[in-house]
Every structure is written in structure tokens, then in C-alpha cells.
């Protein structure tokens, strides 16, 4: 229950206190403006790393008992933090950010420094004391690269969360007590941040965040890679997670200096800038930045789980893709214009009629149908205690009392809610007896019905994706940045469990899974039936509560 909790405590804050943080942000004009150099062409508060820094170590503070063993991380994470809010209020010299990082990484090395007597790079092993000077170029350089990767709308934070979310799983596996505890805070809060960060952002990260998000991003991957030999840190391993923003980096500041420029001086030559610059959508480009991450992800398990020449060999393979990202993207536009091209001239021209019957009929067919498939997944009996039964039922009002202010603030429904909702009945429901585990029914139909269902509503979805022009005149985004993100990060954990083979990861996969797919046709009925919206959202609510009595009852 521990890390659940810790989870859902920085989901929750986050998505809570964040609206204050931009109304305050907004009043005392700590914002980014459009200019040439930006994407965003409306102004918006940045500085959001500061709820990430208070959420996390409020929570670090709170669950961690050994806090005089962690006294120079902490000293670490609060120079970065001061050093990117000093810049996001001052706009600070790069040198003066430079300086604050470098401080930061001295005081890095020395809480690792007991933990090894050598350091690795590819399987080569490096003399004294060009080791210290390695790593701490190597920190300086990954905080200052992820700084650099926050260029559009939630791409540093969804890129954290998607890396946290691994190191959570490999930590549970080393049992590393301080990286449980860290990586369970940062994803659930990055969580909750991307719910205002992801595309279209309300909130920047700002140099405060991406800085910080830098900082953890190199302590969890540092951490993990001293795991791997005994009384050696190989740094192979946290090359190959952080291979998207220490492969552009490089990139750009070597073709910066070949021309002769200030390789500090910030310009638009980034992955993000270049794919952005062949005419994709924004949220598209961040998810194919995302997408890119995973599969260096998956090469740095293969690495973990032992595959080491596999893991370096496809390592160059996919960096090398990434150096030519940009021709690469040039070809693609042309398959994205023929797509237009038969989308035009089948999907708009297709009878009124049909979009008819997708409205009055298939869409309310397919709601009956999820509301069969609740029903027959309530739970009825639970190998839970009435103690852990009671807790959650706490947490869950507690969770309803911080949405419904939520809702009073700022009048808009967060789907983000529903998707939780849902998720925690489906994982409560794998955990225990439901209504149709005690039916004794036989049958093709019987034995395959939740992939009926499913199926039957993933198809829903997808209709409404491709006729959403024809339904409203207009091309209607269902999937928001958020959404897009949330698709990578179900899609990374079946990966892991998939490498690794996690027995505690498969039902939370599967719950997961299910109740996006869920969520997905709840924004369907939601666009079709806006006041619809409110009754969804409260049932979310309720179903959790109901499956949780119903436990307690049959205890």
C-alpha cells in the first residue's frame, strides 16, 4: 500500500494545487512570451518545476526514514532548484546556471562516490582520475540536456514519466528503498503535471522543472547503473535511457561549433524543432519523440537484463537514426499527403445517413455494452483486509472532495479522473471475485466476452476517429497530449513486463489497458453528448465506492 499511496499523494497535490500555482504565476507575470525562438504563440506561466520540487520532497520527506543518508541529494536537488527559478524570475547568464549545476554534480559524485572504485563507458574501464572528470562532465551535460529537450508542450515531463515509470520497476527489483519511494513520487506527480503540461499546456515546466527533472533523471539512472557490477558504476546504461536528449545535444552543439557559433547560444536545430519543422501536429511530434524513447527504454532492459553487446549494437543502430532524423521526416511527408488524399475523398464523402447511425445507434449501443461489462466486473469477495478496504475508501473520498473543488475552480471535467477511476475499480476487481468469475457459464461467447467488448468498443473509437470531421464539420481532436502520452506509457509497461517478466506488473498492465479503452469511449460520448459529460464523470466515482462496500459487505 505504501507506494500506491505515495503515487496518488503526488497525483493528487499536483492536479490540486497547480491551478493556484498559474493564477499566481499570472499575477506576478513569471511567463514566456511568444518570440521567434518559441513555439507557443500565447503567453504562458512557467516556473511549474516548483510544485514538482515541493510535491516530491514533501513526499521523499515523508517516506523515506533515512533522511541523514540522503543530506547531500537534497542539498543537490535544492541548488538545481534554486538555480532554475533564479533564471526563470532573472533570466540568469548561462554561465551562472553553469556554475549552480556544476556545484550540484560536485555534491552528486560524492554521495556516489563510496559506491564505486571505478568507472565504465562500453565496456571500457577508465584510469584515475579521468573517471571523476568523466562523470562530472557526464552530469553537468544530462541536466543541461534535458533543460535543452523542453521545447514543446509536455515532451521533458512526459519523457521523465515514461523513464521513471521503468526505474520504478527495475528498483522494485533491486530493492532500492530510496529509488521506490522517488520514482513512485515523481511519476505520480509528473502525472498530475502533464494534466496542465501535456498539449495545449496551461503551465510551462520552466528551468525550475526541466532542470530538476534532469537532476532526478540522472541520480535514478546513476543509481541503477551502479547496481550493475559490484564496486563499478557503469555509465552504459544511463547513456542508452537518456539517449534522446544526450544524442541531440550533442548533435546541435557539434554543428553549432563546426559553424563557428556560440554552442551555447539556443536556436531551433533540435529533434523536437526539426520533426515540428516538417509539418507535424505538435502533439504528434512530442509523441514521436516518446515514441523514440521507448525504444532506447527497451534497449537499455535488454542491457539490464544482461544482453550487453546487443544492447550497445542497438544502441549505435537507433542513435545513428536519430542523427538522421531530419531527411528521415522529409520522405515521411509523403505518405502523410497521400493519407489526406484518401481520407478526403472516401471518409468526407460518405452519406449523412451512416453518421447517423453512428450517433443515435452504435454510440449507445456501445455505452450499454461497457455498462455490462462494469457490471459483470463488480467484485463480490477479496483477499483484502477490512483495514486496507477502509483506507481506500478513505482515499477515495478524499480524492472525490479534492475533484469536486477542482471542478468548482476552474468549471472544466478532468478526464484524467475518469481514467483513474476506472483503472482502480478494474485493478480492485483483478484482485478479488467479481460477478462474472462466479458465473457458470460455458461457451465460445462466455469464455471470450471482455475481448468482445472490448474489441467492440476499440472499434467504437476508431469510427469516431475517422468520421469526427464528418460528425462536427471540423477536425475534433479526441486525443489530447495527455491522451497521446498515456498510450506510451500503457504501451512501456506491457514492454517491461514483457522483457522482464514482472509477475506484479501483468493484472496492473491489463487494468490499465482496459480502463484506457474505457476512457477512450467516454470522451466519444462526451464530444457527441457534452452534458453527458457530468453523469460519466460521477459514475467514475461511484463505481470505486460501490466496488469497495460490496468487499467490505462480503467480508
Not at 348 to 374: D, E, N, T
Not at 445 to 454: A, D, G, H, L, P
Amino acid at each position: 500500500m505504501k507506494y500506491p499511496l505515495i503515487f496518488f499523494a503526488g497525483l493528487v497535490i499536483t492536479i490540486f494545487l497547480t491551478p493556484y500555482l498559474i493564477t499566481f504565476l499570472q499575477r506576478f507575470e513569471i511567463v514566456d512570451k511568444p518570440d521567434r525562438r518559441r513555439i507557443n504563440t500565447t503567453t504562458i506561466p512557467r516556473m511549474g518545476g516548483v510544485i514538482i520540487f515541493v510535491v516530491i520532497m514533501l513526499l521523499i520527506f515523508s517516506f523515506f526514514p533515512d533522511l541523514n543518508s540522503i543530506r547531500l541529494l537534497i542539498v543537490s536537488a535544492l541548488l538545481i532548484s534554486v538555480c532554475g527559478t533564479l533564471d526563470d524570475i532573472l533570466t540568469t547568464k548561462w554561465h551562472v546556471k553553469f556554475l549552480f549545476i556544476f556545484i550540484a554534480a560536485l555534491f552528486l559524485i560524492t554521495y556516489f562516490s563510496p559506491s564505486f572504485s571505478s568507472l565504465k563507458i562500453f565496456g571500457i574501464t577508465l584510469p584515475s582520475p579521468l573517471d571523476y572528470i568523466v562523470l562530472c562532465v557526464f552530469m553537468v551535460g544530462v541536466i543541461n540536456s534535458v533543460n535543452l529537450l523542453d521545447g514543446l508542450d509536455g515532451l521533458a515531463s512526459g519523457f521523465s514519466l515514461l523513464v521513471f515509470s521503468m526505474f520504478f520497476v527495475l528498483a522494485s527489483i533491486l530493492q532500492d528503498e530510496l529509488l521506490m519511494v522517488s520514482m513512485a513520487a515523481l511519476t505520480g506527480t509528473l502525472l498530475g503535471f502533464l494534466n496542465y503540461n501535456a498539449h495545449p499546456a496551461k503551465i510551462f515546466l520552466g528551468d525550475t522543472g526541466s532542470l530538476l527533472l534532469g537532476f532526478f533523471l540522472l541520480f535514478s539512472s546513476v543509481s541503477i547503473s551502479n547496481k550493475l557490477y559490484p564496486d563499478e558504476l557503469d555509465l552504459t546504461f544511463a547513456i542508452i535511457v537518456l539517449g534522446v536528449p544526450i544524442i541531440d545535444t550533442l548533435k546541435v552543439m557539434l554543428t553549432r561549433v563546426i559553424k563557428r557559433k556560440n554552442p551555447f547560444h539556443p536556436d531551433k536545430t533540435h529533434i523536437h524543432h526539426v520533426i515540428f519543422g516538417n509539418k507535424i501536429e505538435h502533439k504528434y511530434t512530442v509523441f514521436i519523440v516518446q515514441g523514440l524513447t521507448i525504444i532506447y527504454l527497451v534497449v537499455a532492459l535488454l542491457y539490464f537484463q544482461g544482453f550487453r553487446v546487443l544492447g550497445i549494437a542497438l544502441f549505435a543502430f537507433f542513435g545513428t537514426l536519430q542523427l538522421f532524423i531530419e531527411p528521415i521526416f522529409t520522405k515521411v511527408k509523403i505518405f502523410t499527403n497521400a493519407y489526406t488524399n484518401i481520407y478526403e475523398k472516401n471518409v468526407l464523402k460518405m452519406p449523412h445517413k451512416v453518421v447517423s447511425v453512428y450517433k443515435k445507434i452504435w454510440i449507445p449501443l456501445a455505452s450499454a455494452v461497457a455498462g455490462l461489462l462494469l457490471v459483470l466486473l463488480i467484485p463480490v469477495k477479496t483477499t483484502l483486509s477490512s483495514d486496507e478496504l477502509v483506507f481506500l475508501m478513505i482515499m477515495a473520498f478524499f480524492i472525490l472532495t479534492l475533484a469536486f473543488i477542482h471542478y468548482k475552480r476552474t468549471k472544466e471535467i478532468a478526464g484524467i479522473f475518469v481514467l483513474l477511476n476506472t483503472a482502480v475499480f478494474l485493478i480492485l476487481s483483478s484482485l478479488s471475485e467479481s460477478i462474472y468469475s462466479n458465473l457458470e457459464m460455458t461457451g465460445f461467447f462466455f469464455e471470450n466476452v471482455f475481448s468482445i467488448i472490448f474489441s467492440f468498443i476499440i472499434l467504437s473509437v476508431i469510427i469516431y476517429i475517422f468520421m469526427r470531421e464528418k460528425i462536427f464539420g471540423s477536425k475534433e481532436a479526441l486525443l489530447t497530449g495527455i491522451d497521446l502520452i498515456m498510450i506510451l506509457f500503457v504501451a512501456l509497461l506491457f514492454v517491461i513486463n514483457n522483457i522482464i517478466g514482472y509477475e506484479k506488473l501483468s493484472f496492473l498492465n491489463m487494468s490499465l489497458y482496459q480502463a484506457y479503452i474505457l476512457y477512450l469511449l467516454f470522451k466519444v460520448i462526451a464530444r457527441i453528448k457534452e452534458n453527458y459529460a457530468k453523469y460519466i464523470f460521477t459514475f467514475s466515482f461511484v463505481l470505486p465506492f460501490v466496488a469497495m462496500l460490496l468487499m467490505f459487505l462480503g467480508k
